[in-house]
């Protein structure tokens, strides 16, 4: 992914910075509101890290610009933590509200969080989706492979509009039994395996988009 973390605190951007980066990100920074509106009018980003007090243009502005033009998933970041501040900036499209200080595990938690229910909801937008001869109606909840319809169980479902969803990511096993079965769910990796198996025979040729990560889990790669 890449993630525009935008502060005027230099340190603050690369605490962030090194943290996005770690797991595998692309980090941009910018140091106010004005740099930020720019950057995001020239480049896509899949997400922006927002702080609230800056110089030139405040954080509540910045996003407003920026969702006229695009629309990108926004986290704030701010040490005003009332509650008129987070109503709104719910308000004016923000995904999240962060307070300092935080912790910047629990910051690339939310990112994580608020980047799936995007990918999420834009395919759920697309409403038919095709990827060679493999079609997936979101709407009507059915999978055709060359035109005829696959006999797909509904978490076999599942798992496909989870991997469409996160297209190119890495999903560990763990990753894929908390989201898709649910984290109180009693399983184990053979639970995944097994269904993977079910789902790659009924894509028939269309299986070569799940690949395996030895020692990790999968990938939907089309």
Known sequence: MKILIVDDEEMIRG?????VEFEGNEAFEAADGMEAVRLCRENDYDLVLMDVMMPRL???SAVKEIKKAKDIPVIMLSARGEEYDK???FEIGVDDYVTKPFS???VMARINAVTSRHRKSEVRENKTLKFEGLEIDTLGRNVYVNGEKAELTPKEYELLFYFVANNGIALT????LCDVWGFDFYGDDRT???HVKMLRGNLKE???FIVTLRGLGYKFEA
Do not use: I, M, Q, S
């Open 15 to 19: 605490v962030l910075r090194e943290y």
């Open 58 to 60: 405040d954080g509540f």
């Open 87 to 89: 109503l709104f900036a």
């Open 104 to 106: 910047p595990k629990e």
């Open 173 to 176: 096993r763990e990753k894929l």
């Open 192 to 194: 995944v395996d097994t």
């Open 206 to 208: 269309y299986r070569k």
